[in-house]
């Protein structure tokens, strides 16, 4: 919607300065989108083991089956039941990368049939990796997280190689290279260059302020070693921060973040778990509700609609907007029904009437500092929520206050003059937000045209 600026015109000097509500915003899920698909067409990838792709893909499909067979094989040679998914190959939109593995559906299912149960004992979690329930919870509450003790353990069980007993589901991480469902990496392994497409949005920042977390955790690796060091006595190598350069467990970190799977009703040393045959090889949707669950014994996967044959089995990603899903597995959802931006407002706390206005707020259910979730496809509902929230703060008159105070529900009456300086500010601010980034929508929507597949 265009508002023609009349600010100036109708409202006096003092008021065209004085802002008497402050707003910020966070998350552009359709910039997100686009920066995304963007990035899908760039040639990278990831490896647990730190190597940056520039080789060609000499061994595919049975030819790098070994005696373990692939990663289904031993699981059932390793307690697997029989189960009703299979494991298929996606092509990588770059030929040099080996086409990513997914799970589908082996025969036609219905809705609540029970899809795989994996047993405990091909479960890995904090309980089974450091044997002490105690210590887990230790750890992570601490200043280590589930994720970069599970993503220590298995970086030097992968130094083990064959030896290791997870050596199958190692190499199966090692060919998802990082990278999520439609094969693509998450941001925090994006060189600079190509963060750069992610000027003017949020995400950038929560990108680079996860960055530095997961620096913050490898700093503290040797933590687990000491405290642990009967769990690490099988491994001949050095301390953490000796073995390990911090990229190699950056890498390993977000690769580990890919497919972790949240359970619930579990003890804190259980909740989080790398699942064989979870993601990122189980596609995540935003449309389902279906989700790997604790049962006794083993985590299994009850589908929530019909499959034909072949057709890839997707589980519930969680309430989580698209900047989520793409920092922490790789992708974005275009029909994600949760994909929101966050509108921060602020009541000016040098205003005169500030108590007034807040104990207003209050009884309205808003809060001095309110953030406004907009989502997607319910715009309209958000900015009529936000909208007596801007006119609050800039009511000036004592007289006008007392009415609004002795008013009911979020009324807040104002002249047109003042309304169009309610919404020129709230245009305003988003047209300078959207300026911020390197390219327009439409510049962006080109782009998609461009590169999506005929």
Known sequence: MEFTCLHNKCISPSLTVLSRVSISFSNLPKRAVSFHRRR??????TLVDGKRTSEVVSKRGGEEEDEFGDLKSWMHKNGLPPCKVVLK???????KLRPIHYVAASEDLQASDVAVSVPNSLVVTLERVLGNETLAELLTTNKLSELACLALYLMYEKKQGKKSFWYPYIRELDRQRGRGQLAVES????SEAELAYLTGSPTKAEVLDRADGIKREYEELDT??????SLFQQYPYDIPTEAFPFEIFKQAFVAIQSCVVHLQKVSLARRFALVPLGPPLLAYSSNCKAMLTAVDGAVELVVDRPYKAGEPIVVWCGPQPNSKLLLNYGFVDEDNPYDRIAVEAALNTEDPQYQDKRMVAQRNGKLSVQVFQVYAGKEKEAVSDILPYLRLGYVSDPSEMQSVISSQGPVCPVSPCMEQAVLDQLTVYFRTRLAGYCTSISEDELMVRLYRPH
Do not use: I, Q, T, Y
């Open 40 to 45: 899908r067409n760039l040639c990278f990838a």
């Open 89 to 95: 190959e996606r092509p990588s939109h770059d030929k």
């Open 187 to 190: 941001p925090l392994l994006w």
């Open 224 to 229: 687990v070693w000491f405290m642990a060091g």
